[in-house]
């Protein structure tokens, strides 16, 4: 595709519920970055895949995160028994190869509001 | 872990006023990316300084990578309204994973 494109833009739900967010990257990257952003802070590291695998993913605050990549292309980030303290956006970003440096392209996020 | 911290939160100038942006990381970096997050918008790479005391610039911006690879700065000149957004710097550590770590922005406004 001509950019990442990330599902839903928005997302409201209630407490205790279950989510889920897509990340479609551009097509060819290997590398696929999920990112949580606060308002008035910055992006905030998640986890980092470089194909299917996880390369990092020493950012996921608990265990109700996680997040697949099975093909090696879209990425889904779970979300179990959310509280209200997860609302913010929920950026994606992908790079070519993933190298160390190489600039990534962010999509438009995920606005989650847990109620 | 590695934080990387930026000074100052918020600056709003005058049309036409300089302004700075300043980086630093409690850990050395192999290399230093800049972003800027229009509002309401996600953020858009602007450059990447990867050697030590490394100048870019780019039109009326100018880039800095500091000799210890562990601090940076961006430094606009003669500010317009279009310079309007948050900017981030971001860095990899030097011998670690290869995730970009963001720090808190500064917020820059203009006063036409």
């Known amino acids: 595709g001509a950019g990442v494109s990330q599902t839903p833009s928005n997302k409201v739900t209630e407490k205790g519920k279950y989510v889920e967010l897509r990340c479609d990257p551009i097509s060819g990257h290997t590398a696929l970055y999920w990112y949580r952003q606060s308002l008035g802070q910055g992006p905030e590291f998640l986890i980092y895949?470089?194909?299917?695998?996880?390369?990092?993913d020493s950012g996921l605050p608990n265990d109700r995160f996680f997040a697949v990549r099975p093909e090696g292309s879209v990425s889904t980030l779970k979300i179990q028994r959310t509280e209200r303290g997860d609302s913010a956006v929920y950026l994606c970003?992908?790079?070519?190869?993933?190298?160390?440096?190489?600039?990534?392209?962010f999509g438009s996020g995920t606005q989650l509001s847990v109620l | 872990g590695q934080q990387v911290m930026q000074i100052p939160q918020y600056q709003h100038v005058q049309e036409g006023e300089d302004f700075t942006t300043y980086c630093n990381s409690s850990t050395t970096l192999s290399n230093i990316q800049w972003y800027k997050q229009r509002p309401g918008g996600h953020p858009v790479f602007l450059i990447q300084l990867v050697k030590s005391g490394e100048v870019k610039k780019q039109k009326r911006l100018t880039f800095q990578f500091g000799e210890a690879k562990k601090n940076s700065s961006l430094h606009i000149t003669a500010t317009q309204t279009t310079d309007v957004g948050t900017y981030f710097c971001?860095?990899?550590?030097?011998?670690?994973?290869?995730?970009?770590?963001f720090g808190k922005g500064t917020k820059l406004t203009v006063n036409p």
């Open positions: 970003a992908s790079s070519p190869s993933g190298g160390r440096g190489e600039k990534l392209f």
């Open positions: 971001a860095g990899v550590t030097q011998g670690g994973s290869e995730k970009l770590v």
């Open positions: 895949f470089q194909g299917t695998g996880a390369a990092d």
